[in-house]
């Protein structure tokens, strides 16, 4: 399967770097050699997938997607790029190419935060005053900060370590003394030593989320007595967060296997292969469709992380007594133990745990190769159906899509692994009847 993703954000590029782990032909198109250059630091990307740099116009998006015949194009460029998506996304519609959105999660903030509509109401509010301000937006905005009062000795603007940056800054009037080049990710410390160092009593951000710093610079702001300037969002489409996206191609995260994704659970997954692979598997494994009663039915879940922790809601929304083992859970596992509503196991799965338990199913959900097999292995002895985190070719049952209303459940897997479809069938069957 091949895979177009644009932008040289952070979550772009690890994106890059698991789906090309995972087997998928991956093209990473950045606008900078700048960008060019972070990514090919990634070994990952370096040797398994092909990066590209430089600026497109929509039709030269059209171009490239039309000469690499990429199956999905996903736009992971930063969430105030809005010229940028709009051509991705109409060079995917002129291509008729399938378009995913790589959203980046908006940050909790404080009611202290100053929110602002765009740069120009940032810039209003500033000119209010004649403090210091440290911008920390990027250079794409320094041209609006320099319409400010007194912006060349006021505002001291942190932009990345590019030579073109520096001399735009330059051009636009910014003192030398006042213009901070600096790659992140920054701590809070930081942040503290910068804003003292401007002796700055404003630091204005965009909301660029957690990956993009944004909690660290409100409490280094918070530390420093200095007030937080943030520039909304543009208003967009909802897309996939960076977990939902790894779970849409079937790519085990931090739990070691394929999971739930906007509320509906995917079937369970192998090894992200590629389609081929995937495909000659399918009349291996065609599953029977059965609806069963989960009310009280012991259900072992051996693990306890993100997907685990998935799962597990899941299934107790249809009633099943669940045990879970695990030497670390999360924190809902670990709330729901407390308050007697599962019971925690907090160790490593041990062999002659399922005979001893004797459960109705049994889920697997670690990220060790050797606990899953042991647990297939055991549960395949004593005729107890398991679903297999990390190697569908395990399974003997898959953990399906589901979707509910008042009226209706409905379960949905693929026959050959193709999680991306199970998700998209998925949601399109929500849409119609949900």
């Not at 569908?392 to 589901?402: G, L, Q, S």
């Amino acid at each position: 399967m091949k895979i177009l993703i644009f932008g040289g954000t952070t979550e772009g590029r690890e994106l890059a770097a698991a789906l090309a782990v995972a087997g998928f032909d991956v093209t990473l198109s950045v606008a900078t050699e700048y960008g060019a250059d972070i990514a090919d630091g990634d070994a990952n990307i370096a040797q398994k997938a092909t990066v590209l740099s430089g600026r497109l116009s929509k039709d030269e998006m059209v171009e490239l997607i039309s000469r690499g015949s990429f199956d999905y194009i996903i736009d992971a460029t930063h969430p105030y790029a809005t010229l940028v998506t709009d051509n991705i996304k109409a060079a995917a519609d002129e291509g008729r190419q399938r378009y995913l959105r790589l959203e980046r999660l908006q940050s909790e903030v404080s009611e202290d935060v100053i929110f602002v509509e765009d740069t120009a109401a940032a810039v209003k509010l500033l000119n209010d005053n004649d403090e210091n301000v440290l911008l920390t937006t990027g250079s794409k905005d320094l041209e609006i900060f320099a319409k400010g009062r007194d912006y060349s000795t006021r505002f001291y603007p942190r932009i990345l370590p590019m030579e073109d940056s520096l001399e735009h800054a330059i051009q636009l009037g910014y003192r030398g003394a006042n213009i901070i080049c600096m790659q992140g990710p920054f701590s809070i410390e930081m942040n503290i030593a910068t804003l003292k160092k401007a002796n700055a009593k404003y630091l204005v951000t965009k909301d660029s989320g957690v990956v993009g710093g944004v909690v660290e610079k409100i409490a280094a702001a918070k530390s420093a007595e200095c007030k937080v300037v943030l520039i909304s969002r543009p208003p967009s489409e909802k897309g996939y967060t960076y977990d939902e996206m790894l779970n849409l191609f079937g790519i085990a995260d931090d739990a070691g296997e394929a999971g739930e994704v906007s509320g509906v659970s995917e079937a369970s997954g192998a090894d992200a292969k590629s389609e081929a692979s995937q495909a000659g598997e399918a009349g291996a494994n065609s599953f029977f469709p059965l609806f069963v009663d989960m009310e009280n039915k012991k259900v072992l879940v051996i693990g306890a992380g993100n997907i685990a922790e998935r799962r597990v809601k899941t299934l107790q929304s249809f009633g099943a007594s669940i045990i879970v083992i695990a030497p670390k859970a999360s924190e809902y596992i670990k709330s729901e133990a407390k308050d007697n509503k599962l019971l925690l196991v907090e160790r490593e799965y041990q062999k002659g745990d399922i005979a001893e338990i004797n459960p109705f199913i049994v889920l697997t959900a670690t990220d060790n190769r050797q606990t899953n097999n042991d647990a297939m292995i055991e549960a395949s002895s004593q005729n107890i159906f398991i679903s297999v985190a990390d190697q569908r070719d395990e399974c003997t049952f898959y953990f399906p899509a589901i979707m509910e209303n008042e009226n209706y459940v409905m379960g949905l897997v693929s026959k050959d692994g193709n999680h991306a479809g199970v998700r998209e069938l998925a949601q399109k069957i929500r849409d119609m009847f949900l």
